[in-house]
């Protein structure tokens, strides 16, 4: 098969687009043949070498999977060859107390398919059957493949973790985003007002088309200050942050009385300062979220399914330009989803 793969570790370069031995579909598996596969920021630190990973070498990357099923494995009753499908990317074990209780995000064998174990930047991956999820009809192949991880994510970020209500005032970092194009849908989903940061003209214009009521130039304005003029000074109750330093603390600074942050990343740097006498004087709230459950999953893809919630796909590839996929990316040049088609 034709597959997107690295032998080493390191910048967009190491991506090679070649050949790769078919796999196949082991007991409980399912082989499917990819018709798109969403591109996301995880790859980039997977390929980079993010420390603590021992992937599968030569490594294919992609996590969220769209296709069609080619083959099962023994044991594989629910469902048959030419079924399509849509891959839930995330793996647990399925027995621990965490998955027991329904938070499989928190299985100490908690996983994403193309993080560990090979993925979707290929024509053909194995992936658990019980992975493979119902084909939202009202998607294309690419759109589809723009939905699993991000709003998974941000569904458990603000629904679960943060839990949002009707008439707040949201503030979503990076509206460009996956997981930020996700978090303004949602958050408009349930009742609040959301207020978007993007960098530029054109980002803030998709930010409000998208749903936003109220934007921030982040390369431009304080986001603290203008969230909370925009707030007739009260700020925000709600912070929905990936990027983590400067904007981590901006975004604390945003937050009204009782107010909660909600992070789920550290993509411009891991370390913050945090005022204290502004944590407990306004009753503050800080949540780390990781990745999301099945049942997060579940929930948001019935308000995919019903058109509610609409997948940003930002352009579609071939997999051979996977290694420009990934510079855009990191230029911070895209708006909504990359996706690569086999």
Request: hydrophobic share 45%; glycine share 12%.
């Amino acid at each position: 098969m034709k597959a997107v793969y690295f032998e080493r570790c390191g910048g967009p370069d190491a991506l090679v687009h070649g050949e790769r031995p078919d796999p196949v579909a082991g007991p409980g598996e399912a082989l499917v043949r990819v018709r798109a596969c969403g591109i996301n920021r995880l790859d980039l630190f997977v390929r980079a070498g993010l420390p603590g990973l021992e992937p599968e070498m030569p490594h294919i990357l992609g996590n969220d999977i769209a296709g069609e099923i080619v083959a099962v494995g023994p044991g594989v009753t629910h469902m048959k060859a030419g079924d399509r499908t849509l891959v839930n990317p995330t793996l647990s074990c399925g027995v621990c107390s965490a998955c027991a209780n329904g938070d499989d995000n928190l299985c100490r064998s908690y996983d994403v398919i193309g993080r560990r174990r090979n993925g979707g930047y290929a024509e053909l991956v194995a992936v658990p059957a019980v992975n493979c999820l119902p084909y939202p009809e009202n998607l294309s192949w690419e759109q589809a493949a723009a939905v699993p991880l991000v709003f998974v994510t941000a569904w458990h970020m603000l629904v679960t973790r943060a839990q949002v209500k009707p008439g707040e005032d949201v503030l979503v970092i990076g509206a460009g985003s996956g997981v930020g194009s996700a978090a303004v849908q949602i958050a408009r989903l349930h009742g609040a007002r959301v207020i978007a940061t993007a960098g530029g003209a054109a980002k803030l214009a998709r930010a409000r088309a998208l749903g936003a009521h109220e934007v921030i130039d982040h390369a431009t304005e304080d986001i603290a200050q203008r969230a909370r003029a925009l707030t007739g000074r009260k700020g925000v109750e709600v912070v929905v942050e990936h990027v983590g330093g400067r904007v981590f603390e901006a975004g604390v600074a945003a937050l009204a009385r009782n107010g909660r942050l909600v992070t789920c990343g550290a993509t411009s740097g891991n370390k913050v300062s945090l005022d204290l006498n502004l944590l407990f004087g306004r009753h503050l709230t800080l949540l780390g979220s990781w990745m999301g459950r099945r049942s997060d999953l579940n929930d948001a893809l019935r308000h995919v399914a019903s058109g509610a919630l609409k997948p940003v796909v930002d352009s579609v590839r071939p997999l051979a330009e996977a290694r420009a996929a990934h510079e855009r990316i990191e230029a911070r040049q895209h708006f909504g989803k990359l996706v690569l088609v086999p």
